[in-house]
């Protein structure tokens, strides 16, 4: 998270962690053979830039504790699905997995200033869509082949933006993906996917 304007750097959320489900965090991946190891940091951008519009401290929020898991270093999309799979079994402890990316990420092609949105920005959304919203046994590898994609590369020069999503989906288990809102523009696309049926309360 560089090269943004300084007052990007001061923004507070404020949060709780909590250990006891941190412990649950690493027990899961460790019975799933996946080394980890705790740290304590700050939020990184990928949780408050997005936890902030969804809960905003003031008029919404959050009074339930945040902690916060890494990617691998590696961009092998069935790592981080497995890794979904790994920590699923914290969803019936009422624990909830949310991940945070981009369904397009291109800052280079952004820096250029155009707003229209791009060709690729519009394919690789839709192919994204289509893949999350497969059916759960076929879905590992339709997200996989996503970046085989000959727009791949344009869409995310890196993959850190769209592996978290890969995260969710190996987490969902059996629960179908559904795209619920996207917005499309000049070389980025933020869209929001739910995996399961939300239970009224």
Known sequence: FYGFPKNYYEEKFPNKGSEEVAKEVMEALKAAEIGVRPVKRGLDHGVWSSFKVAFDPAENPLNVPIVQASLFASEDPHQHYRLGQAVSQLRAQNIQIIVSGMAVHNLGDMSRGSSQTLPYTASFDEALKQAIESQPDKREQLMADLLERPDARQAHP??????????????????????????????MSWAQFRFGEVTAA
Request: hydrophobic share 45%; no cysteine; charged share 20%.
């Open 158 to 187: 890196h993959f850190d933006h769209l592996l978290p999503i890969h995260v969710g989906a190996g987490a969902a288990g059996d629960d179908v993906g559904k795209r619920l809102w996207t917005l499309a523009e000049g070389s």
